[in-house]
């Protein structure tokens, strides 16, 4: 049976690496006693991929995994994974994908962050969203791994806004700019490259910085949630 | 959620985060107002190579089975972190609370090489303690050693308060036990540490004095007050099987080197190669039972989840029921595609065909070692292999279908002469040789690859060669070349690799192994000079040490280049570790003479060990065999 698996990254997550993250979950899955299947061939190893990997430091609240696991009761998967991983790397949902549902990775198109500031920085950060909204397209420069690429930036931004601070109760102090914008192999933007350009439009100072950076959610390209895929394993 | 002592600014800058921040699987969480000790246990290294020590593991475990013991982890910061921590003033934090360690009651500091000396310094030095133990006030932590090299404390005896001879297992309880008293009662760090002084294994250096000779040599070592024993004696555990074991393995995140369950089969080993400080100060051989190590592992995988276990030992295949043991761990393991690694196992038809359901024959590697090139100074050494067991062990596992073999070898050993450093490429070869008359052209999968690697012999204390003298850094390198020389003539030279090891290093371990006070200057010194992670090749800097031995006036050639006499008095003698000064001038007077000793399950050759009543001992008290 194939599952996705719903899970978070705090404080000490925060700066492990993807590759760390995907063997910390093998043992998750033995601690848990929720047998994986293999791999055929030479080195056989287990089949569990990401959705989307995240950058060293960022939070988040919206990460998953597909993994292949042998028959397993599945109303036992969600308490035995909670039972099996630290605080840091919470676990919040398992469910059930039916044959055929294309991997996690395949299905992201978009990302949602909110990205904590400082009160004083809203009202210019909402001024750049506005214009950089109003325009038709934002042509920019994107450094991959071996070359610089043109592209524009426009279609790739779905949503930005400033969010008010949540009430103290909630432990929030400070206000946020939430983004929704396009993720996965088909166009993929990081948060850091469009703060850039907002910061550019806004006419702000260049070395301004988040306070932290939380990742909420991945999508479909439609705007639905990885997370609403197949059924609940109960 | 969990404070962390570095800002998300520091973390996002240095390199490999992770080793600072905690929170791994199984890492124990307590609340700090709700216990009576807290233990900062530190591995004076970086983070991804102290992780796996198992002496870490089973003390953590111990310690936090206690309600009223707090023990968390403290590794030394990479220099990236160091420079920050310095610049910033941040003080230095233990993982789990990320509190400041100068806030610990204990701080213990586990030595397994000295190259990590100056990396003590740096871990009391971010921690904000004074470096000298005489400096310390009410405000600091109980700065105590454990580990290999407090066999010969004294080179950083300055630096501790008090150091713990033996294992780890036996009084710790006790001194945590003193420590909770005398601390409710109010009781002086003074008080503490003498109190300290009489349970037996515990050395508070500042409570003995030494005094030397005009030539150097130590002249006396006395206790200064009555609760120091004139003899230190090494605590050991009797019954393995009834000890504690970690069965719930911190599981870091990031791949640390030693990313497995290590499963302790044994301590002490029966062969009694006379270079070996291990195979000294473990004494005696006292085994786990099967069952108890069948449940161990099976609880240690659950609870890790690693998907590899390794069995740990100094001679694997001398536990007497290997064979069942490696058997049954395979049943359990290919069912969860968990893999076995076994090192040091002895090359025979066992070992081979285990090890080819283990491990991908093509890709693994068989390793020897001889650590002498011929047959008479594998006899001054005591090493029981001969060349027909090589040739025996190559024979089978050519046939087999490996084709890479090691070969480890030392350089420097007493009594060496040139005939035995040429006896290594030759005997290299005749592996070679071997490889081509066994297996035909046509049956061959591979080309043969044999690596050879030699170490430069270092004296250890506690061992038949303590007396030995070593060579000049220029002498160890000239044989070296010599050697691979002799390599370059060989037939098969292609098919011949060798390695050896840095010299400088060789020297300063020399020094440090067998030091005594004076040498703590120097340490001291170098690490003011920017000396930091010695044991790191490109991070060991050779100038300094010398600049540092310069200027405080220490020779090392005293320490490394005289041939002791016999009734010299060594700075390690007030420690007993069971084992006799008399046996060990016995075994050197035998080396000398090149007559070999038999092993412990062959004969009792009276080492002294037996008084402890245990293990393979015929003193032993003999209860019902497992």
């Not at chain 2, 000298?132 to 090299?149: H, L, M, N, Q, Y």
């Not at chain 2, 030992?313 to 290919?334: F, N, Q, W």
Request: aromatic share 10%.
């Amino acid at each position: 049976m194939i599952i996705r698996v719903k899970f978070g990254k705090e404080g000490a997550l925060r700066f492990i690496g993807h590759l760390d993250v995907l063997r910390t979950f093998q043992k998750i899955f033995r601690r848990a006693g929720i047998p994986m299947a293999y791999s055929q061939g030479f080195s056989p190893h287990p089949l569990m991929s990401f959705a989307l990997p995240l950058g060293l430091g960022l939070s988040s609240e919206g990460e998953y995994l597909d993994a292949e696991i042998e028959e397993t009761d599945p109303a036992q998967l969600l308490p035995r994974l909670r039972a099996a991983t630290s605080a840091d790397l919470p676990v919040y949902a398992v469910r059930i994908l039916p044959d055929g549902t294309g991997n996690a990775m395949a299905s992201v198109g978009r990302a949602s962050y909110r990205l904590e500031i400082r009160p004083e920085w809203a009202d210019m950060l909402r001024r750049g969203a506005e214009r950089l909204l109003a325009r038709e397209s934002i042509p920019i420069e994107k450094e991959t791994k071996t070359r610089t690429v043109e592209m524009d930036l426009r279609p790739c931004l779905y949503e930005m806004k400033i969010l008010p601070a949540p009430a103290k109760s909630e432990g929030g102090e400070k206000p946020a700019l939430y983004l929704e914008i396009a993720a996965g192999s088909k166009a993929n933007v990081k948060p850091e490259l469009v703060w850039t350009e907002l910061l550019r439009a806004a006419g702000g100072p260049e070395d301004l910085k988040p306070c932290a950076v939380r990742r909420l959610d991945l999508m479909r390209e439609d705007g639905t949630s990885l997370g609403t895929a197949g059924t609940e394993a109960q | 959620m969990r404070k962390l002592a570095l800002s998300e600014e520091i973390l996002n800058t240095v390199e490999k985060p992770a080793r600072y921040v905690g929170g791994e699987l199984n890492a124990v969480m307590k609340d700090r107002d709700r216990v009576d000790l807290r233990f900062a246990f530190c591995f004076p290294d970086v983070y991804d190579i102290g992780m796996g020590n198992l002496g870490l593991q089973i003390l953590y475990d111990m310690f936090n089975r206690r309600p009223d013991v707090w023990c968390e982890r403290v590794y030394s910061p990479w220099p990236d972190l160091d420079r920050i921590m310095r610049e910033k003033k941040i003080p230095l934090f233990a993982l789990e609370s990320q509190d400041p360690v100068k806030d610990f009651d204990f701080l213990g500091i586990t030595l397994q090489y000295e190259m990590c000396y100056t990396n003590v310094l740096q871990v009391l030095d971010l921690s904000g303690i004074p470096l000298s133990a005489a400096e310390r006030t009410e405000a600091d932590p109980i700065v105590i050693g454990g580990g290999p090299c407090t066999y010969n404390p004294e080179p950083i005896a300055e630096f501790f308060d008090l150091f713990y001879i033996g294992e780890g297992e036996v009084v710790y309880d006790s001194l945590f036990d003193l420590y909770i008293r005398m601390k409710k009662e109010g009781a002086s760090r003074r008080d503490f540490l003498r109190a300290a002084a009489g349970i037996e294994g515990i050395y508070v250096p500042s409570l003995y004095e030494p005094s030397y000779h005009e030539d150097g040599t130590l002249a006396d070592f006395k206790p200064l007050v009555p609760e120091a024993p004139a003899s230190v004696r090494r605590v050991l555990v009797k019954e393995l099987s009834g000890a504690a074991y970690p069965e719930n393995p911190i599981v870091p995140f990031v791949r640390p080197v030693q990313d497995r369950v290590t499963l302790e089969i044994m301590r002490g080993c029966i062969r009694g190669c006379r270079f070996c400080q291990a195979g000294m100060v473990y004494r005696p051989v006292r085994e786990r039972k099967l069952e108890h190590l069948m449940e161990i592992a099976d609880r240690a995988l659950k609870n890790s989840g690693y998907d590899e276990i390794s069995l740990s030992s100094l001679s694997s295949s001398d536990y007497s029921k290997i064979a069942p043991l490696v058997t049954g761990l395979m049943e359990r393991c290919s069912q969860d595609h968990i893999n076995i690694s076994l090192p040091s196992l002895r090359i025979d038809s066992f070992s081979l065909d285990v090890m080819s359901k283990v491990q991908d024959v093509k890709k693994s590697s068989l390793t020897f070692a001889p650590e002498a090139g011929t047959q008479r100074l594998r006899n001054v050494i005591n090493k029981g292999l001969t060349e027909e067991d090589i040739m025996r062990g190559a024979a089978m596992a050519f046939h087999g279908g490996w084709t890479k073999v090691k070969f480890y070898f030392m350089i420097g050993l007493p009594t060496e002469t040139e005939e035995d450093r040429q006896g290594i490429p030759a005997l290299c070869q005749r592996a070679a040789t071997l490889f081509f008359d066994e297996i035909p052209k046509e049956e061959r999968r591979g080309k043969i690859q044999i690596t050879a690697s030699s170490a430069f012999f270092v004296p250890k204390p506690f061992t038949p060669f303590q007396w030995a003298k070593m060579e000049k850094r220029e002498e160890y390198l000239e044989r070296a070349h010599r050697v691979k020389d002799g390599f370059r003539r060989q037939v098969n030279a292609r098919s011949l690799h060798y390695e050896y090891h840095d010299a400088d290093v060789t020297v300063l371990e020399g020094v440090f192994a067998r030091g005594d006070r004076k040498v703590s200057r120097v340490i001291r010194r170098a690490y003011e000079l920017g000396c930091l992670f010695d044991a790191w090749t490109e991070r060991y800097d050779d100038n300094k040490w010398q600049q540092a031995f310069r200027e405080c006036g220490v020779d090392p050639d005293f320490y490394t280049l005289r041939e002791r006499p016999a009734d010299e008095l060594f700075p390690w003698d007030f420690i007993d570790i069971g084992v006799t000064k008399t046996f060990l001038r016995r075994e050197w007077d035998r080396a000398m003479e090149g007559v070999v000793t038999p092993n412990c399950r062959e004969q009792c050759n009276g080492c002294g060990v037996g008084r402890y009543r245990c293990g393979i001992c015929p003193t032993a008290e003999k209860e019902e065999q497992s």
